[in-house]
């Protein structure tokens, strides 16, 4: 089993849709989560932190951690095309003082105006 | 906004040649990192470095590889004899804490490296 799986997608969604990106993980000890915006030969964009289990929201995006059933999702509320991309999630834990994410395979998201 | 800059942007290199990535990361940050993305696959790490040393590694980062932090703002990667399969993007990253809390890591644009 891998340590973090990802539908790869492609996701096509209208404008204006409510967006939900999933990512599953093996790792009970996994504690730090991030998700990332990665647009077509760029750098990946963090878009959300969030340490343990519960829910962060910032302005059109809301993280979600659920720890006991290893599962965390991104919603993207009144998408926009401009929100078309690739999200990764990434997610840690402690070793021995450092840490090293592991990334999803990333979704693909396609917003159409 | 501060960000991590990577250069070259696209380097093409003859298989057994040598090859240094440059990244100047983000001045305040104290915690960088090398991962890659080869075509179509996911990002991976390589190795984490720290208090000028590496703090972790993964199995990809063998004796091929190696950081080097020369002066107070540039974090390099050489590769010593590039095979084929090096062929990916490289990217730089940056941090403030060592777990990410709250900024997370900043990455840069990336060195995309064609070995031929």
């Known amino acids: 089993q891998k340590e973090v799986e990802q539908d790869p997608g492609p996701l096509s969604v209208p404008e204006g849709a409510i967006v939900s990106l999933n990512c599953t993980y093996s790792n009970s000890a996994f504690q730090y989560f991030m998700w990332y915006r990665q647009y077509s030969r760029k750098g990946p964009e963090l878009l959300m932190y969030t340490y343990s289990s519960g829910n962060k929201e910032d302005g059109r995006f809301t993280a979600q951690v659920d720890k006991s059933s290893k599962y965390i999702s991104l919603f993207i509320r009144d998408s926009q095309p401009s929100d078309s991309a690739t999200y990764l999630c990434a997610m840690t834990r402690r070793y021995s003082g450092t840490y090293k994410y592991i990334f999803g395979t990333g979704t693909r998201l396609k917003v159409l105006a | 906004e501060p960000e991590v800059t990577q250069t070259p942007s696209h380097q093409v290199t003859q298989m057994g040649q040598e090859v240094i990535l440059r990244c100047v990361p983000i001045?305040?940050?104290?915690?960088f990192y090398w991962y890659r993305q080869i075509l179509g696959q996911k990002v991976e790490f390589l190795v984490s470095?720290?208090?000028?040393?590496?703090?972790?590694k993964s199995e990809i980062f063998d004796d091929q590889f190696s950081v080097e932090r020369p002066d107070g703002s540039n974090f390099t990667l050489k590769i010593r004899s590039t095979k084929l399969e090096d062929s990916a993007m490289y990217f730089c990253a940056s941090s403030e804490t060592p777990d990410g809390t709250n900024y997370g890591y900043t990455f840069g644009s990336g060195t995309r490296l064609t070995v031929v």
């Open positions: 001045s305040n940050h104290l915690y």
């Open positions: 470095f720290y208090n000028n040393e590496i703090s972790e």
